[in-house]
């Protein structure tokens, strides 16, 4: 590739989203100059946001151009593996009253994300979880997966950052993590649904607790509190919500040493002689860039990421950039996640406050002769099912004429969701490849295989069995549809395709982020992760991690190690 225009920084970050956010505002503010590459464009809250309009559930979603149903422009869309007959019970149902889906294979792999400034955090519902001291040990204590190569007391102080950028609202009385100091912003009130379901966790001897958000109870650098309107997929048209664009960028732009590029598509990495990442390649309008750096940071995600360093090749790396463990692309972890959505005999507004605001954390630590080896969390959604203001239970409800009209007048408020995700076994036969056939700019699209072990399948079950149990103790009247990843995957909570971890042979960076083949490259996404926190919220762990990696490269600039 020839670049038709070329600038040098002391640091590249490639992604905005959780992980190069922080990244990103880590290095300016430390005194670097950073260049922010970012393939989306950037969102105005009071201009983009279809909640701004009385019509809102009929327009489109503001990231339409980066959300496709049924998979992403980045994928090679087919079928997935063969389905367990055993586990037939957790197919799902896309409506209510439907029948559950027949077929005997997966559907194709789906990839929720956004392509903007400020990733994924545009449209995801603000939970900030630390991970369980447990979830960093899960080998050594239950034989599951992989031990990490640091503790959760090695990362508290990075969390404790993390959250107070973000303004994190929360109950530190929580008796199923470490304990610690109070959050920076109080936590939320729980919702009338909440403490509807909060009524069956109790009879069951569960607790429910407030869940812990990047929705700021309270004003956070200058930005309003959350105004609880449960409209976070749709992007927050306060701007009280704590994404990435709002947060760390916002505050790494104050410097004066972040340049930010939006709408800048990067295609390669330029490797030198000593086999060094020299410069990248990128794409913005139509003409080509090249930018360097001493150091370059990779945070496009669990998929993105494997797929440029597998595209890239040099003269010494013949199977990608960082590879020589071959491990790039592999132990591919994809969200196991299982919800029912019920009726109740009497209003319960789930539609009002925090689409999630409640969690319940008995079962995120497995015994390790128990039948079920991975965490799992259970929660409470107003929004997770489809339901949410009057337009979408109409569009969503059976019936034409009165019968509709009947059926809006007992359904309307007394809607909710419960789900549960669980920690997937990390395998490495579940991967991100290069296809043979490639996109628009020439780069091959990702192949996904990502199939169930026996023990996500226990998973899975295990759920939505304690999900039903749950609805039936608090009341509900009628479950109207469930839906799994047994059948439908809904990749939301992706990781462990650049899993770090201390030996080379083993993995692909250090526990700072760091490749273990090229000096100069980071990489701050969820794609390091060896796991997934037994069924917590990644963001807020991509978010200590991506700080605490900065604070490495600071510290090795200024030996002159890189």
Avoid at 101 to 129: I, K
Avoid at 134 to 145: D, E, I, K, Q
Avoid at 469 to 474: D, I, N
Avoid at 487 to 505: F, Q, V
Wanted: charged share 20%.
């Amino acid at each position: 590739m020839i670049a038709t225009k070329s600038d040098t920084f002391d640091a590249i970050v490639v992604g905005s989203g959780a992980g190069g956010g922080f990244a990103a505002m880590g290095l300016a503010e430390a005194g670097m100059r950073v260049l922010l590459l970012e393939r989306g464009r950037r969102f105005d809250p009071k201009r983009d946001f279809p909640m701004n309009q009385p019509d809102w559930e009929l327009r489109p979603r503001a990231f339409r151009d980066t959300e496709i149903a049924t998979g992403d422009a980045s994928l090679v869309l087919e079928d997935g593996p063969s389905l367990d007959p055993r586990y037939a019970h957790l197919r799902s149902s896309s409506l209510p009253g439907e029948g559950l889906r027949s077929g005997s294979r997966r559907a194709p792999f789906r990839y929720e994300r956004v392509f903007g400034l400020g990733g994924t955090t545009l449209h995801y519902q603000g939970e900030a979880h630390r991970f369980p001291d447990h979830a960093f040990r899960s080998a050594s204590l239950y034989g599951f997966g992989v031990d990490w190569p640091l503790g959760y007391a090695d990362l508290a102080p990075y969390y404790d950052r993390a959250e107070h950028v973000l303004g994190v609202a929360g109950d530190p009385a929580n008796p199923f993590k470490p304990s610690r100091g109070p959050f920076p912003t109080p936590a939320h009130r729980l919702s009338f649904a909440s403490q509807r379901i909060a009524t069956g966790a109790k009879k069951l001897g569960w607790a429910l607790l407030p869940n812990s958000l990047a929705l700021p109870t309270q004003s956070t650098d200058g930005r309003p509190p959350c105004q609880r309107s449960g409209g976070c997929v749709q992007g927050c048209i306060f701007g009280a919500k704590s994404s990435v664009d709002l947060t760390a960028i916002r505050r790494a732009e104050r410097t004066g040493r972040l340049q930010v590029h939006t709408e800048s598509r990067v295609l390669a990495l330029e490797m030198d002689r000593e086999e060094r990442v020299e410069g990248i390649v990128y794409r913005r309008a139509n003409s080509l860039y090249r930018a360097r750096a001493r150091v370059t940071v990779l945070a496009m995600g669990a998929i993105e990421t494997p797929r440029l360093l597998l595209a890239t090749r040099s003269a010494r790396q013949p199977n990608g950039i960082a590879n020589s463990s071959g491990l790039v692309g592999q132990f591919l972890l994809e969200t196991l996640l299982a919800e029912v959505t019920v009726r109740f005999d009497e209003r319960i507004n789930a539609y009002k406050g925090p689409p999630i605001d409640s969690r319940i954390w008995n079962f995120s630590r497995p015994t390790p002769d128990g039948g079920v080896r991975s965490g799992y969390v259970l929660g409470v959604s107003g929004t997770l099912g489809g339901f949410h203001g009057p337009m979408s239970h109409a569009l969503l409800l059976p019936g034409l004429g009165r019968a509709h009209k009947d059926i809006m007048r007992s359904h309307f408020g007394t809607v909710v969701t419960l789900f549960g995700i669980a920690e997937q076994e990390p395998r490495a036969g579940n991967r991100v490849t290069l296809a043979d056939s490639k996109d628009p700019d020439g780069v091959p699209l990702a192949g996904i295989q990502s199939a169930h072990s026996e023990a996500d399948l226990r998973a899975l079950d295990a759920i939505l069995m304690r999900v039903k149990e749950l609805a039936h103790a608090a009341g509900e009247a009628e479950v109207l549809r469930q839906a799994t990843t047994y059948d439908l995957p809904a990749a939301s909570h992706i990781g462990g395709t650049c899993r770090m971890g201390r030996d080379p042979r083993a993995s692909v960076v250090t526990a700072y982020g760091r490749t273990h083949d090229v000096p100069n490259l980071f990489i701050a996404d969820a794609s390091v992760l060896p796991g997934q926190g037994a069924g917590d919220s990644p963001s807020l762990t991509i978010q200590a991690l991506a700080f605490r990696t900065a604070e490495h490269i600071v510290t090795l600039a200024r030996r002159r190690e890189v």
